[in-house]
């Protein structure tokens, strides 16, 4: 065999009640040894399933492994059972895998050092004193610090960043020859995200290992990937090397992922542009293609003829279409609208004003609760919004972006400072005060399953506000208001009897915006709304979000970690660190020019989804350590632990968020550089 892994028509069923799943259909792949390929797709295309369906981690009942093979060191796999020796010593020791979510994939109630130690001893047969030894040595590669005592801990004792850490030093501890990333950086920081696929590419290059990275992320792929395999509806339709997927796509359905994505390198007006539909349902097997309902040059021939084959294009690029492959690709850059067409008029009038603002947590300990100390959450920032502006908020988790939102709705009564909304301070206001301005003030949740009252229909969900607030007189009126919410976000105003686990994300997402909506609010605060979605249904909620503002005069305070969708969305960007705002200004500023070391590192790490322009952007900056606790903030600028250009000066003092010019605000003694 030439190939380290070779994956050939693979299929992967699973029996739903009286259904059939379809996940895997008849999927054929490589992966040779110190390559790194990726697999990218929405939800539900059979990314994850494919993977598992290699080492047999397929639940079974429900699924099961119908045909296929799947060759890696010459062997077939699919031919030893899935609990037999052969197997076992394949999966964790020949090839590795790093979950999606750590916190489930990590036994609880064992520490991270036993359950390193535990693969050590079972695949390389060492000692446990000679296991440990290595787990340390691993913990420290990986940059945990203080691996000498955390290996003792407990996966709950971790941030989520070296809980990934921790994942990846039991998928390489028996040094695999195959490492199998399953959106293993999605719920993490940029920042960390870019630390730990670094760490992952220079193990590649350093032990000649394959990498396989499942994601969404199409900047992620353009950075490190060298080939992609896209892939829908359980089937691979285009493949090739990075830079023929991303300079020349043919497929539409690629085509359209491309066009969804906003970009760093676009300019601001570009409007996004979301692939129509959704994803079909796998429970019926279709012979022909099945992206024609969403397919915007589909021809006869795609719904009438059978699926169409892998085609080579050129080199190592395939696609899977019945359009020619000799015809031009169609261009995946977002359209940009005319700056007449696209800007927004912002008011001079300063619907919300924020001055030293402080929200402290107690900490408590022992039988009698007593305060110990301060969780300093957010710790005296100040800011103001015009109306009709969006501002966005940026930064790491556990820096206090969702604690400014709710206290800003006054969901958290601060210990002190200023909230000027519409002239009136709300900062000590009494429950039943507030209860009065509440319906002009909204909150859009980030995730919109847990959100959503699994009881209640999605008419009642909307509606439940009107009756609150008594917004409506009559039951006429009510019905009237509940449909009209439902067509402003663009549903169905007759799927309102249905429960919210009938809908499908981005139609979740649209809910929690109606219900936002039905008070007729002027401030609405997005709490990171989109990051539980993928591309495509992004790219609407994005365009909703601004159709509505334009529309109706909304104001926003946008939080999110997605530099690149903040851009988008915001008129000014407020970037906060450890409780605090580091740097303040309009979106242009800030990307063309950030002056602290913190915004730097952040779009640093933010890839961008070409692989021509990410070859030119040069090295990422990588921050050292772990952001630190809230319970013990370092002395001085909370930042100057992680920052490059740190003086003693920034050990002592902190520094105050100042004017550099241009209403440009910056909180760094060294912002011009040292």
């Given at each position: 065999m030439d190939h380290l892994l070779e994956v050939r028509n693979l299929t992967t069923q699973f029996k739903m009640d009286n259904a059939t799943v379809h996940a895997v259909d008849g999927v054929s792949y490589h992966v040779d040894a110190g390559e790194i390929i990726s697999v990218v797709g929405e939800s539900g295309c059979g990314k994850s399933a494919s993977q598992l369906s290699i080492l047999q981690l397929i639940p079974t009942p429900p699924g099961k492994i119908v045909g296929g093979q799947v060759f890696f060191d010459g062997a077939d796999l699919l031919q030893f059972k899935s609990d037999s020796e052969p197997m076992r010593a394949v999966r964790g020791g020949k090839i590795g895998m790093i979950f999606q979510e750590p916190m489930t994939s990590l036994n609880p109630v064992?520490?991270?050092?036993?359950?390193?130690?535990?693969?050590?001893?079972?695949?390389?047969?060492?000692?446990?004193?000679?296991?440990?030894?290595?787990?340390?040595?691993?913990?420290?590669?990986?940059?945990?610090?203080?691996?000498?005592?955390?290996?003792?801990?407990?996966?709950?004792?971790?941030?989520?960043?070296?809980?990934?850490?921790?994942?990846?030093?039991?998928?390489?501890?028996?040094?695999?020859?195959?490492?199998?990333?399953?959106?293993?950086?999605?719920?993490?920081?940029?920042?960390?995200?870019?630390?730990?696929?670094?760490?992952?590419?220079?193990?590649?290059?350093?032990?000649?290992?394959?990498?396989?990275?499942?994601?969404?992320?199409?900047?992620?792929?353009?950075?490190?990937?060298?080939?992609?395999?896209?892939?829908?509806?359980?089937?691979?339709?285009e493949s090739g090397t990075a830079k023929e997927i991303f300079g020349d796509p043919r497929h539409p359905y690629t085509v359209g992922l491309l066009k969804s994505v906003p970009r760093l390198d676009e300019p601001k007006g570009a409007q996004l542009v979301p692939i129509p539909g959704l994803p079909p349902s796998l429970t019926q097997a279709t012979t022909a293609c099945a992206f024609y309902p969403r397919c915007a040059r589909r021809v006869d021939a795609?719904?009438?003829?059978?699926?169409?084959?892998?085609?080579?294009?050129?080199?190592?690029?395939?696609?899977?279409?019945?359009?020619?492959?000799?015809?031009?690709?169609?261009?995946?850059?977002?359209?940009?609208?005319?700056?007449?067409?696209?800007?927004?008029?912002v008011s001079d009038e300063t619907l919300l004003n924020v001055q030293q603002l402080k929200m402290y947590f107690p900490v408590t300990k022992g039988l009698l609760r007593r305060k110990v100390a301060d969780l300093k959450a957010v710790d005296d920032i100040s800011f103001a919004i015009q109306r009709g502006e969006t501002l966005g908020l940026v930064g790491e988790s556990g820096c206090g972006k969702t604690t400014v939102g709710r206290c800003l709705l006054r969901l958290y009564r601060p210990v002190s400072g200023e909230i000027h909304f519409e002239g009136r301070d709300i900062a000590l206001l009494s429950k039943s005060q507030v209860r009065s301005i509440r319906h002009k003030m909204q909150l859009i949740f980030q995730d919109p399953y847990s959100s959503l009252d699994p009881r209640q229909s999605a008419g009642d969900i909307v509606g439940e506000p009107l009756k609150v607030h008594r917004l409506v007189k009559s039951k006429g009126a009510y019905r009237d208001r509940v449909a009209e919410l439902f067509q402003m976000v663009g549903l169905d105003p007759n799927l309102a009897d249905r429960v919210p686990h009938e809908f499908s994300g981005g139609q979740r997402q649209r809910i929690g915006i109606a219900r936002a909506l039905a008070t007729n609010p002027s401030f609405i605060v997005c709490d990171e709304p989109i990051s539980a979605l993928d591309v495509s249904i992004q790219a609407q909620i994005v365009n909703l979000l601004d159709e509505l503002q334009d529309r109706l005069g909304l104001t926003y305070l946008f939080i999110g970690h997605d530099l690149s969708v903040v851009r988008h969305i915001s008129d000014r960007v407020a970037v906060m660190y450890l409780g605090r705002i580091v740097e303040m200004t309009d979106c242009e500023s800030l990307y063309a020019n950030p002056l602290h070391p913190y915004t730097r590192a952040l779009l640093s790490a933010v890839p961008i989804p070409d692989p021509f322009v990410e070859e030119k952007r040069g090295q990422v900056i990588l921050l050292k350590g772990e952001v630190p606790s809230l319970l013990n903030p370092p002395t001085g600028c909370n930042f100057h632990q992680r920052c490059p250009i740190a003086t003693a000066e920034c050990r002592q003092a902190v520094p105050p968020l100042r004017d550099a010019g241009a209403n440009h605000h910056v909180a760094c003694f060294h912002w011009g550089g040292l």
């Open positions: 064992l520490t991270i050092g036993r359950q390193i130690v535990e693969s050590l001893m079972l695949h390389l047969k060492m000692d446990a004193g000679t296991a440990r030894a290595r787990a340390i040595e691993l913990l420290q590669v990986i940059g945990i610090p203080d691996a000498e005592q955390r290996i003792d801990h407990y996966p709950h004792q971790f941030s989520g960043g070296m809980r990934q850490r921790a994942m990846i030093a039991m998928a390489v501890c028996c040094n695999p020859k195959l490492l199998i990333a399953d959106e293993a950086t999605t719920a993490l920081d940029v920042t960390t995200q870019a630390q730990l696929l670094e760490l992952l590419r220079e193990m590649v290059h350093r032990l000649n290992m394959a990498l396989v990275i499942v994601t969404h992320n199409l900047g992620i792929v353009a950075r490190y990937a060298q080939r992609i395999y896209v892939m829908y509806a359980g089937r691979i339709v795609c719904q009438r003829d059978a699926f169409p084959s892998l085609t080579q294009i050129n080199g190592q690029h395939y696609v899977a279409c019945h359009l020619p492959v000799t015809q031009p690709s169609v261009t995946a850059s977002p359209v940009v609208m005319p700056t007449s067409e696209n800007k927004r008029a």
